[in-house]
């Protein structure tokens, strides 16, 4: 079923915590996976350090930042808890969904077919 939903999925959130080291072990792995799903086509993928609210640190930032420049990544850390970098996380994400996705020209006749097919509708 993981692979279903990477095989269609246009862009990934990778989230570890950071007070466990094993949950930033477990990002390269869950990369590689995605990459060899998507037959190493560069998707959009951001690596989202959660619970920076703790006063407990494991992983450092630097060492997240490092991460997620070795991967070709996007970076940010959030808490959850208290909501702080969690709305940018994704606005990150999509932002750079929406960058790779160029208009096609098949779109572009749909739209144009679908605004043809409605404008001539009227309702009652």
Request: one cysteine or more; a positive charge; proline letters at 2%.
């Given at each position: 079923?993981?692979?279903?939903?990477?095989?269609h999925g246009k862009?990934?959130?990778?989230?570890?915590?950071?007070?466990?080291?094993?949950?930033?072990?477990?990002?390269?792995?869950?990369?590689?996976?995605?990459?060899?799903?998507?037959?190493?086509?560069?998707?959009?993928?951001?690596?989202?350090?959660?619970?920076?609210?703790?006063?407990?640190?494991?992983?450092?930032?630097?060492?997240?930042?490092?991460?997620?420049?070795?991967?070709?990544?996007?970076?940010?850390?959030?808490s959850a808890k208290?909501?702080?970098?969690?709305?940018?996380?994704?606005?990150?994400?999509?932002?750079?969904?929406?960058?790779?996705?160029?208009?096609?020209?098949?779109?572009?006749?749909?739209?144009?077919?679908?605004?043809?097919?409605?404008?001539?509708?009227?309702?009652?």
């Amino acid at each position: 079923m993981q692979e279903n939903w990477i095989s269609h999925g246009k862009g990934f959130a990778l989230v570890y915590s950071i007070d466990s080291e094993g949950s930033f072990q477990e990002i390269k792995k869950i990369k590689r996976r995605i990459d060899r799903i998507k037959n190493f086509q560069q998707v959009p993928v951001i690596l989202i350090g959660n619970k920076c609210d703790l006063p407990n640190r494991k992983i450092e930032i630097e060492k997240g930042k490092e991460l997620a420049n070795e991967l070709g990544m996007l970076f940010i850390e959030t808490s959850a808890k208290t909501g702080m970098n969690c709305e940018e996380a994704f606005v990150s994400l999509v932002k750079e969904i929406r960058k790779r996705e160029a208009p096609t020209e098949k779109k572009k006749k749909d739209k144009s077919f679908f605004k043809k097919l409605f404008s001539a509708c009227s309702l009652i």
